[in-house]
T-cell receptor, first 112, second 112 residues
Framework: EDQVTQSPEALRLQEGESSSLNCSYT??????LFWYRQDPGKGPEFLFT???AGEEKEKERLKATLTKKESFLHITAPKPEDSATYLC?????????????FGKGITLSVRP | GAGVSQSPSNKVTEKGKDVELRCDPI?????LYWYRQSLGQGLEFLIY????????KSGLPSDRFSAERTGGSVSTLTIQRTQQEDSAVYLC??????????FGPGTRLTVL
């Protein structure tokens, strides 16, 4: 069974204080690892897809990396508007179902 | 372009009543997914439609839950004889084939 564990559950940063969010996973053949951002009362917003170990993707202050066991979402010099819950999910390449298996998310608060 | 839309945004019902939740996917997307997000839990897969193929219902928690997709587009998730444990946010997502899933804003269901 595919599993995703995210840590820490919550993270409080000062504006400008860089940090990383962790996503550990086990999957029967990884097709893709996805990062989403979710604001309160809204649906998840797509950020990145990573397909193979060693791959990196960047968007503004965010950078996602992937190894064979985990992914990191690095946040450089965060701003208060980066406050949100960050979700990690995996998609297996086996089976006919392309569902996503999600972690519980990491709630990030950035203080001005 | 237009994203995934869901209605209603909020639904309050009494225990034992039936409810219907609607999802309009992104135009041209072949796949449609329903997920459930309960307080403190990750997103949980419910059901998956891909084109005209039979749906994958492997995530439905009980036979009180059902879903249909008409004309390869709009989908309705029906919960019969609602229970308090059904209270959650129900999220719909769509994708082109098995590519990135884009989520709607969700329907918050409260069962009294």
């Amino acid at each position: 069974e595919d599993q995703v564990t995210q840590s820490p559950e919550a993270l409080r940063l000062q504006e400008g204080e860089s940090s990383s969010l962790n996503c550990s996973y086990t999957v029967s053949g990884l097709r893709g690892l996805f990062w989403y951002r979710q604001d309160p009362g809204k649906g998840p917003e797509f950020l990145f897809t990573l397909y193979s170990a060693g791959e990196e993707k960047e968007k503004e202050r965010l950078k996602a990396t992937l190894t064979k066991k985990e992914s990191f979402l690095h946040i450089t010099a965060p701003k208060p508007e980066d406050s949100a819950t960050y979700l990690c999910a995996v998609q297996s390449e086996t089976g006919a179902n392309s569902k996503l298996t999600f972690g519980k998310g990491i709630t990030l608060s950035v203080r001005p | 372009g237009a994203g995934v839309s869901q209605s209603p945004s909020n639904k309050v019902t009494e225990k034992g009543k039936d409810v219907e939740l609607r999802c309009d996917p992104i135009s041209g997307h072949t796949a449609l997914y329903w997920y459930r997000q309960s307080l403190g839990q990750g997103l949980e897969f419910l059901i998956y439609f891909q084109g005209n193929s039979a749906p994958d219902k492997s995530g439905l928690p009980s036979d009180r839950f059902s879903a249909e997709r008409t004309g390869g587009s709009v989908s309705t998730l029906t919960i019969q004889r609602t229970q308090q444990e059904d209270s959650a946010v129900y999220l719909c997502a769509s994708s082109f084939l098995i590519d990135t899933q884009y989520f709607g804003p969700g329907t918050r269901l409260t069962v009294l």
